[in-house]
């Protein structure tokens, strides 16, 4: 398989979802979701240009950013434990899976240590499954402004995993829901907001996404290919 092709491909197919709604493809930041995947792998990628690495697990992102042989912008896209905050909050350039007070309020305290400013998504939980993380939308808002308060905390927007789906066409109504919560809590002007980042869509379902207002997408399986969870 050739990882260089394949990431041409979905550039491609963003640039057209893009066409389809009059939308500039540079508005739309494409992660790479190298979970489980090898260095070797991610190295082929950065030799064609590509920057923006996700992955889900603590262990795998300090592994993978000491070996790495250039920088590269590490995003936090998996379920983070309060107690391993401190391991990767000056690795990674953006944590998009904060879903709690009591998460935020743990990096707030790590940030502070170190005198940083961490910029974090909140996670929602679009599709109300109750198999995922994240935020209800009834009480986004007031998680929100109860982050806003942390000094060494920038809210730059939302995040959503939505279903497992067939047709991605099913996941059109979750994207576009949480585009409007994006427009109206931007619309508040909230200190220490800024609201201009929107990571949503994945192999199966991000064109949808772009046409729904996504500005970050989150690509894996359609880039390196099937996961292998069994090593
Ligand atoms: C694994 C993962 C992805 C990538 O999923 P693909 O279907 O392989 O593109 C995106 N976002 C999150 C949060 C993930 O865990």
């Keep these: 398989m050739n990882l260089a092709q394949n990431l041409e491909h979905v550039k491609e197919r ?25 260095l070797s792998m991610i190295e082929e990628l950065i030799d064609v240009g ?41 690795k990674t350039v953006l944590i998009h899976s904060v879903d709690s007070v009591h998460l935020a309020s743990r990096i707030e305290k790590e ?16 599709a109300q499954e109750d198999t995922k993380f994240g935020s ?7 998680m ?5 308060r942390y000094p060494h905390i920038r809210v730059r927007g939302l995040m959503t995993s939505a279903p497992y789906v067939e047709n991605p066409e099913e996941n059109r109504c ?7 919560l994006f427009i109206d809590i931007r ?15 994945m192999t199966n379902d991000y064109e949808v996404a772009i046409e729904e207002g996504a500005t970050m997408i989150r690509v894996g399986t ?8 069994s090593r």
């Excluded at 300090?62 to 590490?74: A, G, H, I, N």
């Excluded at 209800?136 to 007031?142: F, G, H, R």
């Design 174 to 180: 979750y994207f576009r829901k949480l585009h409007k």
């Design 187 to 201: 619309a508040k002007n909230l200190h220490n907001i800024s609201m201009d980042i929107l990571s949503m869509g």
């Design 50 to 90: 590509q920057m923006d690495y996700g992955e889900n697990y603590v262990q795998e992102i300090t592994e993978k950013y000491k070996k790495v042989k250039c920088p590269v912008r590490w995003h936090m896209i998996g379920h983070l434990q309060t107690n391993k905050v401190k391991m990767i909050l000056d």
């Design 222 to 229: 359609g880039i390196f290919g099937q996961r292998d969870y």
């Design 144 to 148: 929100i402004e109860e982050i806003s």
């Design 136 to 142: 209800s939308t009834e009480e986004l808002l007031d």
């Design 111 to 126: 940030a502070a240590k170190k005198n940083i400013i961490v910029p974090i998504l909140i996670q929602v939980n679009i």
């Design 14 to 38: 963003i640039a057209l979802a893009c066409e389809r709604v009059n939308r500039d493809p540079d508005e739309v930041t494409l992660v790479a979701v190298s979970k489980t995947k090898p």
